[in-house]
């Protein structure tokens, strides 16, 4: 196994058995240096990066690549910048949310907001590059998007929308939960429109990328600039749109811009994790607007469809596992398809590294730990232990009434953590607290921006959500 497909398989555990967030922030950029006499170097692209590695997640490093079969006990990062590899092949990922590949280059990490802006125009903001870039993944094809019945309004009205430009659904809302193929769609609608005409403006971007492009551009007195850019494109493909909520000034040029290309029967898709309603603080004109176009979601894949994807991924890989195998990947990663192909991709490369054919036994043994730490389903005990334990604060403290700031910090936290992590709903939570369901809300808003603002805040709550993963 060469440095790049051994860390390529390290990652693939670790996108397993961290929070997603937390994986991007610390793995994006990484790649493996060297690896001689047990001893293993990282390249990280900054001081930050280096110290969480070796302090924090070294053991799990070692531990995923014991597992791998390498012996090594030994960990060491050295800092050489954000794009540590010149290879070919790193080219390709100026593509936005590149999938999991055998083929892709090393980070199978996705670029999101994180992305650089294409190479002709280095850290600029598009509207400030001379040639346009869609910023689109040539990967995402409606021809390898397998359709059933979870996505095929989704997937029909992606397509009707790339066949009648502007006219037909506009704006088209997608919405659904993490992995389940939202990018995939969106992008495929760009991908297929630039088949036949090429000299259409289409603009992919995440509404995360869009807000801190805003933000610049307001500081940089380049709003200007930043409007007529937008207000020029034939399909604006706005991504996650839910990381919008709660912040005024970007939803309020957003309109603006939203509104002038809908004028001009320009089309505008849009993704979410949930409904247009279930975004809360969303300004209510840009929801109704939302709600004035198409919406369709895409729900979990049934064990045929995920089936289906198997098979349709080994193909892509040339890789072959047998029956019994698909079936038992199938039956035990249900959740979302990127982890699907997370589980295959981790199969292929074990058996590549121990020069083994695929069979039932090594894909169960390749599983048991990912299908383990699915298991474990985390609980309103477990955050109220980790809650007491990190801020030192006892259970019914957090209960009272008091304000003090030592108690009623930790208290927002525990609420935020119990709607970010469980889902609960407001009103449940405030039943524990003995709270109104407006006071976690306001609890929640305020952790949420707060984690936006405040790097410390945002270091204390990763502190907190690895314990609770790893914990457990
Ligand atoms: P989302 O944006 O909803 O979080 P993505 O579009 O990023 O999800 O999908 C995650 C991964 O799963 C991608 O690699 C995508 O290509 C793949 N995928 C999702 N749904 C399908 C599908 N129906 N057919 C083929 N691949 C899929
Ligand atoms: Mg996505």
Same mark, same amino acid.
């Given at each position: 196994?060469?440095?790049?497909?051994?860390?390529?398989?390290?990652?693939?555990?670790?996108?397993?058995?961290?929070?997603?967030?937390?994986?991007?922030?610390?793995?994006?950029?990484?790649?493996?240096?060297?690896?001689?006499?047990?001893?293993?170097?990282?390249?990280?692209?900054?001081?930050?990066?280096?110290?969480?590695?070796?302090?924090?997640?070294? @053991?799990?490093?070692?531990?995923?690549?014991? #597992?791998?079969?390498? $012996?090594?006990? =030994?960990? !060491?990062?050295?800092? *050489?910048?954000?794009?540590?590899?010149?290879?070919?092949?790193?080219?390709?990922?100026?593509?936005?949310?590149?999938?999991?590949?055998?083929?892709?280059?090393?980070?199978?990490?996705?670029?999101?907001?994180?992305?650089?802006?294409?190479?002709?125009?280095?850290?600029?903001?598009?509207?400030?590059?001379?040639?346009?870039?869609?910023?689109?993944?040539?990967?995402?094809?409606?021809?390898?998007?397998?359709?059933?019945?979870?996505?095929?309004?989704?997937?029909?009205?992606?397509?009707?929308?790339?066949?009648?430009?502007?006219?037909?659904?506009?704006?088209?809302?997608?919405?659904?939960?993490?992995?389940?193929?939202?990018? @995939?769609?969106?992008?495929?609608?760009?991908? #297929?429109?630039?088949? $036949?005409?090429? =000299?259409? !403006?289409?603009?992919? *971007?995440?509404?995360?990328?869009?807000?801190?492009?805003?933000?610049?551009?307001?500081?940089?007195?380049?709003?200007?600039?930043?409007?007529?850019?937008?207000?020029?494109?034939?399909?604006?493909?706005?991504?996650?749109?839910?990381?919008?909520?709660?912040?005024?000034?970007?939803?309020?040029?957003?309109?603006?811009?939203?509104?002038?290309?809908?004028?001009?029967?320009?089309?505008?898709?849009?993704?979410?994790?949930?409904?247009?309603?279930?975004?809360?603080?969303?300004?209510?004109?840009?929801?109704?607007?939302?709600?004035?176009?198409?919406?369709?979601?895409?729900?979990?894949?049934?064990?045929?469809?995920?089936?289906?994807?198997?098979?349709?991924?080994?193909?892509?890989?040339?890789?072959?596992?047998?029956?019994?195998?698909?079936?038992?990947?199938?039956?035990?990663?249900?959740?979302?398809?990127?982890?699907?192909?997370?589980?295959?991709?981790?199969?292929?490369?074990?058996?590549?590294?121990?020069?083994?054919?695929?069979?039932?036994?090594?894909?169960?043994?390749?599983?048991?730990?990912?299908?383990?730490?699915?298991?474990?389903?985390?609980?309103?005990?477990d955050i109220l232990a980790i809650i007491t334990d990190f801020y030192a604060v006892t259970a019914e403290d957090l209960k009272k009434?008091g304000?003090k700031k030592e108690i009623s910090h930790p208290r927002q936290v525990m609420m935020y953590l119990l709607?970010?992590?469980?889902?609960?709903?407001?009103?449940?939570?405030?039943?524990?607290?003995?709270?109104?369901?407006?006071?976690?809300?306001?609890a929640?808003?305020?952790i949420?921006?707060?984690?936006?603002?405040?790097?410390r805040l945002?270091e204390e709550l990763?502190t907190i959500t690895?314990r609770l993963?790893?914990?457990?």
């Amino acid at each position: 196994m060469t440095n790049e497909e051994l860390w390529r398989a390290v990652l693939g555990q670790m996108e397993l058995s961290i929070s997603r967030a937390n994986f991007i922030t610390w793995f994006r950029h990484t790649t493996i240096l060297s690896r001689e006499n047990g001893a293993i170097t990282i390249g990280v692209p900054n001081g930050y990066t280096k110290e969480w590695l070796e302090n924090k997640y070294n @053991h799990y490093i070692l531990k995923a690549l014991r #597992e791998l079969g390498e $012996n090594i006990q =030994e960990l !060491r990062c050295v800092i *050489i910048g954000d794009t540590p590899l010149a290879s070919p092949e790193r080219k390709s990922m100026d593509a936005v949310q590149a999938p999991i590949s055998k083929q892709d280059s090393l980070p199978h990490i996705e670029q999101t907001t994180f992305q650089k802006p294409a190479l002709s125009g280095p850290s600029l903001a598009p509207y400030q590059q001379k040639s346009f870039h869609s910023n689109l993944n040539s990967r995402y094809e409606f021809d390898n998007f397998v359709v059933a019945e979870n996505n095929e309004l989704a997937k029909a009205a992606c397509f009707s929308v790339s066949q009648n430009l502007g006219v037909l659904y506009n704006p088209l809302f997608i919405y659904g939960g993490v992995g389940l193929g939202k990018t @995939h769609l969106l992008q495929s609608i760009g991908n #297929e429109i630039l088949k $036949n005409s090429p =000299e259409k !403006r289409i603009k992919y *971007i995440t509404s995360e990328r869009f807000t801190t492009e805003l933000v610049d551009s307001l500081k940089n007195h380049h709003i200007d600039e930043f409007k007529s850019f937008y207000e020029q494109i034939d399909l604006l493909i706005i991504d996650d749109i839910q990381f919008l909520s709660g912040r005024e000034k970007t939803q309020n040029e957003f309109f603006h811009i939203f509104n002038a290309l809908y004028q001009l029967n320009k089309q505008i898709v849009i993704s979410s994790d949930r409904p247009p309603q279930a975004i809360a603080t969303l300004e209510d004109r840009l929801r109704s607007r939302f709600e004035g176009g198409m919406i369709t979601d895409i729900s979990r894949p049934t064990l045929e469809t995920r089936i289906a994807i198997l098979e349709r991924k080994m193909n892509e890989k040339n890789f072959s596992l047998d029956p019994a195998s698909v079936r038992f990947v199938a039956e035990n990663v249900t959740q979302n398809v990127r982890e699907l192909e997370g589980a295959l991709n981790r199969i292929i490369a074990f058996c590549e590294f121990h020069k083994i054919e695929p069979s039932l036994d090594a894909t169960e043994k390749i599983l048991s730990t990912i299908i383990a730490a699915k298991k474990q389903v985390l609980t309103l005990d477990d955050i109220l232990a980790i809650i007491t334990d990190f801020y030192a604060v006892t259970a019914e403290d957090l209960k009272k009434k008091g304000r003090k700031k030592e108690i009623s910090h930790p208290r927002q936290v525990m609420m935020y953590l119990l709607r970010d992590e469980l889902t609960l709903p407001f009103s449940t939570i405030g039943a524990y607290f003995h709270r109104d369901h407006t006071t976690i809300l306001h609890a929640f808003e305020k952790i949420k921006t707060g984690k936006q603002k405040n790097p410390r805040l945002k270091e204390e709550l990763s502190t907190i959500t690895e314990r609770l993963h790893y914990s457990t």
